[in-house]
T-cell receptor, first 115, second 113 residues
Framework: NAGVMQNPRHLVRRRGQEARLRCSPM?????VYWYRQLPEEGLKFMVY????????ESGMPKERFSAEFPKEGPSILRIQQVVRGDSAAYFC?????????????FGPGTRLTVL | QQQVKQSPQSLIVQKGGISIINCAYE??????FPWYQQFPGKGPALLIA?????SEKKEGRFTISFNKSAKQFSLHIMDSQPGDSATYFC????????????FGKGTKLSVKP
């Protein structure tokens, strides 16, 4: 039973480029959460999605960031026109239950570096 | 506003000793308090969690102590081993909320052989 998959594991972008981060939840999980971890910081919630729906995006920056979780395929976190401050580790977690805070399984993360 | 405060930032313990990490929260609506363990280059993994209806939960060498009136909870690692060296995060959430976890800033634990 494969865990949460994230790719790429490392991503380097130049300022102004777009970054696309993918997350495939565990089999049978239909809920995905994205978190951002800045160096020496804890994880900060960004967005919670179910299939084809954004449930809570209260942690998402208002501009340049978007997320989707289509009916088929992985969840995508998209960052447009990246800036150096976007450099961080981005983790997704998946859950099989609504409001499943106690059943969130984290992926290995994507480490984004903006040059 | 930091809703979960974690201390210390780093901790060095001798093998066989007890590691203690503390967290304090502000929102009295929180009702789920997990601890996550993270190794370098890996994602966080759930270690142990507690709900406010109990004051202590033990799983192997790991124990959570919970003080509802003080709004504090702590992780105790008994007989600490070099393999326990990792970063530990406390978190809190409202289980009836949309499910997002509020994390502390983490404690980097080093267990010396």
């Amino acid at each position: 039973n494969a865990g949460v998959m994230q790719n790429p594991r490392h991503l380097v972008r130049r300022r102004g480029q777009e970054a696309r981060l993918r997350c495939s939840p565990m089999k049978g999980h239909s809920h995905v959460y994205w978190y951002r971890q800045l160096p020496e910081e804890g994880l900060k919630f960004m967005v919670y999605l179910q299939k084809e729906n954004i449930i809570d995006e209260s942690g998402m920056p208002k501009e340049r960031f978007s997320a989707e979780f289509p009916k088929e395929g992985p969840s995508i976190l998209r960052i447009q026109q990246v800036v150096r401050g976007d450099s961080a580790a981005y983790f997704c977690a998946s859950s099989p239950l609504t409001s499943g805070v106690d059943t969130q399984y984290f992926g290995p993360g994507t480490r984004l570096t903006v040059l | 506003q930091q809703q979960v405060k974690q201390s210390p930032q780093s901790l060095i313990v001798q093998k066989g000793g007890i590691s203690i990490i503390n967290c304090a929260y502000e929102n009295t609506a929180f009702d789920y308090f997990p601890w996550y363990q993270q190794f370098p280059g890996k994602g966080p993994a759930l270690l142990i969690a507690i709900r406010p209806d109990v004051s202590e939960k033990k799983e192997g060498r790991f124990t959570i102590s919970f003080n509802k009136s003080a709004k504090q909870f702590s992780l105790h690692i008994m007989d600490s081993q070099p393999g326990d060296s990792a970063t530990y995060f406390c978190a809190a959430s409202r289980r009836r909320s949309q499910g997002n976890l509020i994390f502390g800033k983490g404690t980097k634990l080093s267990v010396k052989p």
